[in-house]
């Protein structure tokens, strides 16, 4: 499973860099007693609030970019994904949601997507109903799809599976956990008159929750367990499938006898709230 949701750290040609390793040294795996799950998860629950696919709208859209940074000074867009909700049908046994997604890949155009169908179905044995619950209460099993490969990248996807399972698959361990609230400013045209009443000073709570996770199943030239830096910027008044507005990895990366300093993050640029009840 977690090898689906890690953000591969990209083999690239590079140049010879000069730079330091900033902020971190993250090529230390001594980094004191584990955070404990349960922890992690309540958490990652608070801080995104309300969670339900039940709270999916028709018409929402969600737009993000792949970025990958390299020694915090060579940045490569990787690809654009844009997700437009055309139904969400709700019955008494199942949740169904179909879009359309768009991928504009910037390294390949031959691997560009326009304008396909895709659909996810939510059984009601899962807990997904129009309701005030928490990540904690509605971990989402069995999902079926209504599309062959390829799929569409959900941000919420990869966010339940750290709260909800990452810390806690075999030989793996996270440490470090911090969390940071602030507020951020809604352009009009991205707000909505339920979160903002006036829409032309909408201001809107954010966290960033981060940790560093040791995966001692993969383990470096040195013998180390790969250590990977998380950081999820969230806000619970944002629509559904934006309310994860960003996801990055940070890590090393070995090249030509070297370790290169290496992040990759999905950012979301733009979003719709679709049709509120």
């Known amino acids: 499973m977690k090898n689906h949701i890690y953000l591969c750290l990209i083999a690239t040609s590079f140049v010879a860099f000069s730079s330091c390793l900033k902020k971190q040294n993250l090529d230390d795996s001594n980094l004191g007693p584990a955070i404990n799950s349960d922890e992690l998860l309540s958490k990652m629950s608070d801080s995104i609030g ?6 999916v709208n028709k018409n929402e859209i969600s737009s993000f970019t792949s ?41 390949n155009s031959q691997n560009s997507i326009n304008s396909r169908p895709y659909g996810i179905i939510f059984t009601k044995e899962e807990g997904l ?51 940071e609230a602030s507020k951020m400013y809604l352009r009009p045209e991205l707000a909505s008159a339920k979160v903002c009443p006036d829409v032309n000073s909408c201001i809107i709570d954010i966290k960033k929750i ?39 990895q940070r890590g090393l990366v070995e090249y030509n006898n070297r370790k290169i300093l290496q992040e990759n993050c999905l950012s979301v640029d733009s ?5 509120e009840d």
Not at 50 to 55: C, F, K, N, R, V
Request: charged share 20%; proline share 4%.
């Open 271 to 275: 979003f719709s709230y679709g049709q």
């Open 67 to 107: 970025i990958s940074v390299i020694e915090e000074n060579q940045v490569t867009k990787i690809y654009k994904q844009d997700l437009f909700v055309t139904d969400v049908v709700d019955t008494a046994d199942s949740l169904t949601i179909d879009f359309l997604f768009n991928k504009q890949d910037y390294l």
């Open 210 to 248: 981060r940790f560093d996770m040791l995966d001692g199943s993969v383990t470096t030239s040195d013998g180390k367990p790969v250590r990977t830096h998380l950081t999820f910027i969230v806000s619970p008044q944002l629509p559904f499938l934006s309310k994860v507005m960003k996801y990055c």
């Open 129 to 179: 109903i129009r309701q005030n619950i928490t990540l904690s209460a509605v971990a989402a099993k069995n999902i079926k799809t209504q599309a062959e490969e390829p799929k569409p990248f959900f941000l919420n996807r990869a966010y339940e599976y750290f709260a909800l399972q990452g810390c806690r698959e075999e030989n793996v361990t996270c440490h470090n956990l911090t969390t």
């Open 50 to 55: 309300s969670y339900s696919w039940a709270l």
